[in-house]
């Protein structure tokens, strides 16, 4: 005679559990991955959070710091005068980077700095112009080429030069964000979305 059967046997349940398990090692990591448009949102954002430290320093110890990015090599690094009677003398060396206390992610020819995460590089995409009216000719408009400096009062100098940085994904060139510095050493981070520049 048989007997109706309900629920599950203990080896079906743990067949069923093994399969959700190899579905999800899968699925998880890629959900959780971020999108190109918001890996370049967060390395601009780090870019804004880094300068706006550097700016800082600039102030509390009342000496100039130069940002410097090298757009080839997708890093930039910061150096502080350190000369005795705070001339604004800078020459880009070690002692300089350490100075300046930029949280190193890297380094160039052994200079200590921030290499731009993986995917992404300096450059303005499809961007054929700027947020808030600056001009996109260039993945660094910056009024000293490819670097930025703070005086000791934490403004950008020459004064009132200020400028745009853009950084964009490597393969989608549609994914681009932009930090823009005004002459006044504010600092705004952008991402272009549907063509349209939003903070």
Known sequence: MLRNRLGFSLVETIVVL???????????????????????ELAAR??????ELLRMRAIAAKRR????????????????D???????????????VQASRLLA????IGIPG????????FGTGIATSGPAGHDASGALVLANGDYVEFDSRGMVAPPGSGGVIYLM??????SVSAVTITGASAFRTWVLRGGEWTR
């Open 105 to 108: 992610r890297g380094s160039r």
């Open 114 to 121: 921030v290499k731009l995460p993986s995917g992404i590089q």
């Open 82 to 96: 350190t000369t005795a009677l705070r001339s604004g003398s800078i020459t880009e060396n070690d002692a300089e």
């Open 46 to 51: 780090a870019l804004t959070r880094d300068l």
């Open 169 to 174: 994904h490597e393969e989608i060139n549609s």
């Open 18 to 40: 093994l399969l959700l398990a190899v579905v999800a090692s899968v699925a998880v990591p890629r959900a959780l991955k971020p999108s190109p448009s918001r890996q370049v």
């Open 65 to 80: 710091v130069r940002v410097r990015f090298y757009e080839s090599e997708r890093f930039y690094s910061a150096f502080m």
